[in-house]
């Protein structure tokens, strides 16, 4: 991990967020173009790594620590044409409290 992104992931946010970006197991990758990726406001919050069930695919994960739970992952598509969310429905939006229950407390 870069130094800068080491800071990045150190320094207080003003505020956390109520509810994070969760990436559940119908994600493909969108073929190596996942439009949550694109749309998402926040630089490396969501990174393509490789699919495990399916190792010559991707799968996005989130970055729980970036993630501002904005939902344009879920609801903007390119050119600025809506959609009913991720065409997988592979994004979940899941509240902070219930997120940091199942994964224990983030370092905000």
């Known amino acids: 991990m870069a130094v800068a992104e080491k ?3 150190s320094e207080k946010r003003k505020r ?3 509810i994070l970006a969760v990436i559940n197991d119908a994600c493909t990758g969108c ?3 996942p439009i949550c990726v694109t749309e998402c406001p926040v630089d490396n919050c969501m990174l393509e790594v ?3 069930d399916v190792p010559h695919t ?3 994960e989130v970055d ?5 739970g904005c939902k344009k992952c879920i609801t903007k598509g390119p050119m600025d044409t809506l959609l009913e969310g991720c ?4 994004i979940d939006m899941v509240s902070l409290q219930n997120f940091e229950g199942e994964h224990g407390e983030l370092a905000y």
């Open 7 to 9: 800071a990045k992931r």
């Open 16 to 18: 956390k967020p109520k």
């Open 31 to 33: 073929g190596g173009s």
């Open 50 to 52: 490789q699919n495990p």
């Open 58 to 60: 991707i799968r996005i």
């Open 64 to 68: 729980p620590l970036l993630c501002i």
């Open 87 to 90: 065409p997988w429905d592979a």
